[in-house]
Nanobody, 123 residues
Framework: QVQLVESGGGLVQAGGSLRLSCAAS????????MGWFRRAPGKAREFVAA????????YYADSVKGRFTISRDNAKNMVYLQMSSLKPEDTAVYYC????????????????WGQGTQVTVSS
């Protein structure tokens, strides 16, 4: 079993940056692809970014491509989401998730989810 805990959310002005972190428990972290998702008020959960188990391949939603970067440190059981040039429409609760089988751009097949961290971007 994998437990995920996100941190790093907060309030930031438009154009600013934040780095989200996701700490994973368990000794099998590098068996899982990792993803970041978000849910804005009144909207469905949406895919943000994903990274393969070895970190060689990454995937991004069009809305964040060029502004967000996903990375992982398997030695530390951590996954990160560096967010830059933030926009008010990036305001959402951000979740990290772990999947044994990665289906890019989809939330299908993720086995474990964190509790989320709030990101608010003011205009």
């Amino acid at each position: 079993q994998v437990q995920l805990v996100e941190s790093g959310g907060g309030l930031v002005q438009a154009g600013g940056s934040l780095r989200l972190s996701c700490a994973a428990s368990g000794r099998t972290f590098n068996s899982y692809a990792m993803g970041w998702f978000r849910r804005a008020p009144g909207k469905a959960r949406e895919f943000v970014a994903a990274i393969t188990r070895n970190g060689l391949y990454t995937y991004y939603a069009d809305s964040v491509k060029g502004r967000f970067t996903i990375s992982r440190d398997n030695a530390k059981n951590m996954v990160y989401l560096q967010m830059s040039s933030l926009k008010p429409e990036d305001t959402a609760v951000y979740y990290c998730a772990a999947a044994l089988v990665l289906r890019p751009y989809s939330d299908y097949g993720y086995d474990y989810w964190g509790q989320g961290t709030q990101v608010t971007v003011s205009s």
